[in-house]
């Protein structure tokens, strides 16, 4: 595992290491519990409008992506990172002004961490393991 070479040589960062990731998993159980009410949407058993459907996914997708770029640069901010984040949700957001169908941008907000990722793997070579 590649962060356990990390926390080798730093071993006072496990600590918060350890602690820190729980924000990330809790923000992946709200990304799925989000997911739920957008299939009970599709399912047509909610009440809720779409818009406020796609915000039950949105923001712990937000909150996921913020918790995972700073675990991933050590407890700072890319802004890179957060900036494109951004503009993937404002577009999947923007698109139910279009009149697109909630699957679309379910999918378009679904990219906002995995485009940050990117981001952030290529921008700070994290794709290699530490020696």
Known sequence: M?????????????????YGNIPIYMACAAVGAGLHVVTLSL?????LPETATLVTFT????IHLRTHVYERIGGGT???????GAVTAVAGTLRSIAGAPLVARVCVVGLMPVAA????????????SVD
């Open 2 to 18: 590649s962060s356990g070479a990390a926390l080798k040589k730093y071993p006072r960062r496990c600590f918060t290491y350890g």
């Open 78 to 84: 890319d802004r890179r990172a957060i900036v494109l």
């Open 59 to 62: 923001v712990p997708d937000g």
């Open 43 to 47: 399912e047509r058993e909610s009440i």
């Open 117 to 128: 990722v990117v981001t952030l793997e290529v921008g700070y070579g994290l794709c290699t």
